[in-house]
């Protein structure tokens, strides 16, 4: 049981980005220069969540953003509070942890929301052979059956 508390919680921005064939959500760094206009954000400090959708954010983002919000308060037995902010609302909480609101970005600056992010699979062997528990990159690319071992745990990393 992993119990949240807004004291002991390290926040963390979420960027929400894509088209309705091409979403994508990330962890970005908890300011606003990671932000633009054209994406939603989420903000997500524990016990309270803020949703911010830039001026020109699409309705799919905007359905995605709302979706996480929803799952990450029901993984919280409901105690979570969210809230929405649309541009340069004013939200105390949301303002003092990702900074200044002049920093955003533009809609441009944020990327088209069609691109697809290239991404390099990785294969991660956990073995404790050598008496204490150690993780290797054993492949990066394409993987195969073959790089597989009994003997040890492997982690893949789409």
């Known amino acids: ?22 979403m994508r959500v990330r962890e970005v760094q908890l300011t606003t220069v990671s932000m633009n206009h054209g994406d939603v954000f989420i903000l997500d400090a524990g016990l309270d969540l803020v949703e911010w959708h830039g001026d020109q954010a ?12 929803n799952s990450m308060k029901e993984e919280r037995n409901y105690k979570a509070k969210s809230s929405i902010l649309d541009g340069t609302d004013d939200h105390d909480i949301f303002w003092d942890l990702v900074g200044d609101k002049g920093s955003i970005g ?10 697809k992010e290239e ?19 054993e492949a990066e690319g394409a993987l195969k059956k073959a790089q597989l071992d009994t003997n040890d745990v492997f982690i893949i990393d789409l």
């Not at 119990?3 to 091409?22: A, D, F, Q, S, W």
């Not at 533009?106 to 691109?115: L, N, P, V, W, Y």
């Open 1 to 22: 049981f992993n119990h949240v508390t807004p004291k002991e919680y390290k926040p963390r921005l979420l960027h929400v980005k894509g088209t309705r064939k091409n």
């Open 58 to 69: 699409g309705i799919f983002e905007k359905r995605r953003g709302a979706e996480i919000v």
């Open 106 to 115: 533009t809609k441009e600056a944020g990327g088209a929301d069609e691109a």
């Open 119 to 137: 991404s390099v699979s990785k294969l991660f062997r956990v073995s404790d052979a050598g008496g204490s528990l150690q993780m290797t990159q």
